[in-house]
Every structure is written in structure tokens, then in C-alpha cells.
């Protein structure tokens, strides 16, 4: 992965670029402090100081000195990608903003800068271009939420051949290795038993990419309990209910959700919030075989309620529900899951908007302005009563999928609430999880959304005071 450490440094006074960040207010008064040439020249290159991420270089006092201009949408309130192109496209070398500090706006400035690459080289063959800040205290937050990000884009990334169930239960060994978590699996015979569904999504797999429920557990067990739910199906045929090739291409994406839960539970651990934190993955793929449960099957779930299954490729709330279960068992005081979990969010709300559903007002109140605050959006969702009919089953307590094509992330969401405790604050994230067209620091493929509001709640909740090393 990319040192993003590297990226971000102190500013210790050494020689470096000068960035001026200007909008569209004060762009003209600092057009007229500058010398006759930078005018003309900015004059040459249109630049008017608009927002678009428009920049321009500037000669400076020598031939290997220069400086940069660039338009913000407010440089009093700079914005987590506002600089991102700039960390993009610039050369190699050192920069420092003429005015202020960068704040937030480094963390576009670095995950601009990171790629995928494990099967193409490189065609970038510059250095790094590493920010200074005299804010030295906020460096390693801000590395942390390059790094989480970049985490969920590479296993998003990661073709399903790479990116199966063992796969996905390596990389959450690989985070309770190096903060001394402890992990628990559940699979074969043992899963068949307590996680029925996870089991009957996951049957048709071959032995290699069998399922099972990862879990950690991390910190003092008297702390505060606190359960991160992510849907991890490595790969979505549909099953017996088939996708076309057109709603299969992405499905490598289909985990997700896991990987967001992954990632925040890194953001969380490596705080060292006050918590007692539980992970749970469901890890299965979506595969056709004989052993591929069918339309019409009734499954058993943990809780008990039997569910009907209409359609087969509605499996991710299958798994989650399972899942939720367990988490519920610990009696946490909240659960937040997240899943790439229906198209119809993505229809209604676009690529860029997760879908929230909540079950406590405080908290989807609370969430929502922690989405705003750190430029992260989501979008809430009502989690309405009167379309619960729509899961009824006449066979089982209810069925997997609406008997309507209409309103399907709310039957979703209605569908995963009935798994979870009177009582318990819960929070769904139907999200994306995949950037279908490029922009400044965030390129086409694997990304994370609503992962740093999720991080910016539980911080405000339980970041009072942390863990001792």
C-alpha cells in the first residue's frame, strides 16, 4: 500500500512550492498583488479562479523554482478533496500552502496519489509529492483515513478469483495480528448449524471458497460494546436467480460492505477508542451448483424466524440477518452494518449518496451531521412500517425479497430490521461502494463512502478518551 506517511510531513521550515488556494472572492484581490507577468500569464490560461479544480503553475525566482494557483470552492473552509487534483498532478516534490494549513484537505492530497497496482506497472513514474503542515498533532489521523480508504478500495478492487471468503478472513487475521485482536471463525458442519443462512447462500461454493462468519474482538470487555456488521459476498451470480452478464461485471464488488466494516474497524483500533469492539463478515459467494439453495426453499435463520426465499439473489440481507443475530447476542449498545445490499438505492439516491437507515432518531440525527461535517454524505431513508406487508410469506414468517418491484432498499432495510433487538440503536449503510467515473482523488473503481462519517460518530461518541498503549 501507499506510505502514506510519507506524504504528509511537518514543516520544518525547508524549501518547498507555495500553493496559493483562492475562490472566486478572493481571487481578484490576489490577481492584483501579483507581478505583471503571473497576470498575463494567468490571463494566457483563462484562469479566472472558479471552483473545478483549475490550477495553474507559476514561474518562480529560478528555473527549478516555482509556485501554484488554485481555485477552491471557499478558502476559509477547505474541503477533504479540494487539493486532490494538485496531489495528483503535480510534480515531485515538496509544497506548503502560502496561507493557513491544509487541515482535512491532505487527505485528498494523498489518497490522489494511491493506485491499484498489483497486476499493471505503474505508468507514473514521478515521486511523491509530499504536503507540509504546521499542524504536526493531526498528521496521523489524517494518514489513518488515507490509509482505511485506500484498504476498502484495494479489496474492492481485487478480482473475486484473489478476493474469496479465506481471503477476506486473512485480512481480518492480518488486523488482530497487528493490534492483538482476537478472531473467531465459524465454518462447515458448525455454520450449517448456527448460521443457516449464511450457510445456504454460501452451499454452492466449492470447498476452496467455502463460507463462513468472521469475527473479531478487540478491546476491554468493560467498555462500551460496539458490533460493525459488513456484507462480505466475494462474488454475486445471482444464483439460481442468475444476474446478467451486464449485473454481473461489478460483482467482485458485492464485498463491500465487508470491507468498509474492515476498514472502520481498523480507524477504530488503531484510535484505540474506548469500546469493546465486535467485527462480523459473513464471507460466502453467490455461486450456481446442485447444492445452490432454490426459489421457494424455506430457510431457518439463528433467530429462529423462518424466511421464504423468492428470489436467490437476494442474499446479502440473508447473510447480514444472520449475522446482525449474532452481534445482537452481545448485547451491544449500537450495531452498524454496511452492504452494497440493493440496486434500488442506487437508482434512487446515484452512485454517490448511501442510503441510510436508522432505527433511533438521536442517532441517524447524529450521524447525519457528522456525514456533513467531514464532507462524506449520505442520505437518510425512512424505514417504513407499512411496507412490512411486502415481506409477508403465506409458508415461513416472512419472505427474502418484496412482492413488489417497488421500494426495494426500504424493503431491505425492513427486512434486516427484523433481526434486530427492541432496543438496540442500529444504523444500515446501503452503500456503493464504487466510483463509475473518475474525479480528483477518487479514480474509477473500489471506494469508500460513509466510512469517515461512520468513523467522525464514534469519535464523537467514544473519543473523549482513549486507550492506553
Known amino acids: 500500500m501507499t506510505d502514506f506517511s510519507a506524504l504528509l510531513q511537518p514543516d520544518r521550515g525547508g524549501p518547498a512550492h507555495a500553493i496559493h488556494l483562492v475562490d472566486k472572492d478572493s481571487f481578484e484581490p490576489w490577481l492584483k498583488r501579483q507581478?505583471?507577468?503571473?497576470?498575463?500569464?494567468?490571463?494566457?490560461?483563462?484562469?479566472?479562479?472558479?471552483?473545478?479544480?483549475?490550477?495553474?503553475?507559476?514561474?518562480?525566482?529560478?528555473?527549478?523554482?516555482?509556485?501554484?494557483?488554485?481555485?477552491?470552492?471557499?478558502?476559509?473552509?477547505?474541503?477533504?478533496w479540494c487539493m486532490a487534483r494538485l496531489g495528483e498532478a503535480l510534480p515531485e516534490g515538496s509544497y506548503r500552502l502560502a496561507e493557513g494549513d491544509p487541515g482535512i484537505a491532505a487527505f485528498g492530497w494523498m489518497v490522489g496519489q494511491h493506485r491499484f497496482q498489483r497486476y499493471k506497472k505503474p505508468k507514473d513514474e514521478r515521486g511523491p509529492r509530499i504536503l507540509l503542515t504546521r499542524d504536526p498533532a493531526g498528521i496521523a489521523e489524517i494518514v489513518r483515513l488515507a490509509e482505511a480508504t485506500a484498504l476498502v478500495r484495494d479489496l474492492v478492487d481485487m478480482p473475486a478469483a484473489d478476493m474469496g471468503p479465506a481471503e477476506l478472513e486473512a485480512a481480518v487475521r492480518a488486523l488482530a495480528d497487528e493490534f492483538a485482536g482476537q478472531v473467531e471463525v465459524t465454518s462447515g458442519k458448525d455454520l450449517a448449524k448456527g448460521y443457516p443462512m449464511i450457510a445456504a447462500v454460501g452451499g454452492a461454493a466449492t470447498d476452496a471458497r467455502a463460507p463462513r462468519l468472521v469475527e473479531l474482538h478487540w478491546g476491554d470487555?468493560?467498555?462500551?460494546?460496539?458490533?460493525?456488521?459488513?456484507?462480505?459476498?466475494?462474488?454475486?451470480?445471482?444464483?439460481?436467480?442468475?444476474?446478467?452478464?451486464?449485473?454481473?461485471?461489478?460483482?467482485?464488488?458485492?464485498?463491500?460492505?465487508?470491507?468498509?466494516?474492515?476498514?472502520?474497524?481498523?480507524?477504530?483500533?488503531?484510535?484505540?477508542?474506548?469500546?469493546?469492539?465486535?467485527?462480523?463478515?459473513?464471507?460466502?459467494?453467490?455461486?450456481?451448483?446442485?447444492?445452490?439453495?432454490?426459489?421457494?426453499?424455506?430457510?431457518a435463520s439463528r433467530n429462529g424466524l423462518t424466511v421464504e426465499i423468492d428470489n436467490t439473489d437476494a442474499e446479502g440481507r440473508l447473510v447480514l440477518a444472520d449475522a446482525i443475530t449474532r452481534a445482537a447476542e452481545e448485547k451491544p449498545e449500537l450495531i452498524i452494518d454496511?452492504?452494497?445490499?440493493?440496486?434500488?438505492?442506487?437508482?434512487?439516491?446515484?452512485?454517490?449518496?448511501?442510503?441510510?437507515?436508522?432505527?433511533?432518531?438521536?442517532?441517524?440525527?447524529?450521524?447525519?451531521?457528522?456525514?456533513?461535517a467531514v464532507t462524506d454524505p449520505v442520505w437518510r431513508m425512512p424505514l417504513w412500517d407499512g411496507y412490512d406487508e411486502m415481506l409477508k410469506s403465506e409458508l415461513a414468517d416472512l419472505s427474502n425479497a418484496a412482492d413488489s418491484p417497488l421500494a426495494g432498499a426500504v424493503t431491505a432495510a425492513l427486512f434486516l430490521r427484523r433481526f434486530v433487538p427492541e432496543g438496540t440503536a442500529w444504523a444500515h449503510l446501503d452503500t456503493f461502494a464504487w466510483q463509475p467515473a473518475p474525479k480528483p482523488g477518487r479514480p474509477k473503481g473500489g471506494?469508500?463512502?460513509?466510512?469517515?462519517?461512520?468513523?467522525?460518530?464514534?469519535?464523537?461518541?467514544?473519543?473523549?478518551?482513549t486507550v492506553p498503549e
Open 35 to 80: 507581478p505583471a507577468a503571473r497576470r498575463a500569464l494567468l490571463a494566457a490560461l483563462r484562469f479566472d479562479g472558479k471552483t473545478g479544480y483549475q490550477f495553474a503553475i507559476l514561474p518562480g525566482d529560478g528555473a527549478e523554482r516555482f509556485e501554484v494557483v488554485s481555485a477552491v470552492a471557499n478558502v476559509a473552509e477547505l474541503s477533504p
Open 221 to 299: 470487555r468493560k467498555h462500551p460494546r460496539l458490533a460493525i456488521v459488513g456484507k462480505g459476498v466475494c462474488f454475486d451470480s445471482g444464483g439460481l436467480d442468475i444476474k446478467p452478464a451486464s449485473g454481473m461485471r461489478l460483482m467482485k464488488k458485492d464485498m463491500g460492505g465487508a470491507a468498509h466494516a474492515l476498514a472502520l474497524a481498523r480507524l477504530i483500533i488503531a484510535a484505540r477508542l474506548p469500546v469493546r469492539l465486535h467485527l462480523l463478515i459473513p464471507a460466502v459467494e453467490n455461486a450456481l451448483s446442485g447444492a445452490a439453495y432454490r426459489p421457494g426453499d424455506i430457510l
Open 338 to 372: 454496511f452492504a452494497t445490499l440493493t440496486g434500488a438505492a442506487r437508482i434512487a439516491l446515484g452512485p454517490d449518496l448511501p442510503a441510510l437507515f436508522c432505527n433511533d432518531e438521536g442517532l441517524a440525527a447524529e450521524l447525519e451531521g457528522c456525514a456533513k
Open 447 to 465: 471506494e469508500a463512502m460513509g466510512l469517515r462519517a461512520a468513523f467522525a460518530l464514534l469519535k464523537a461518541r467514544y473519543g473523549g478518551k
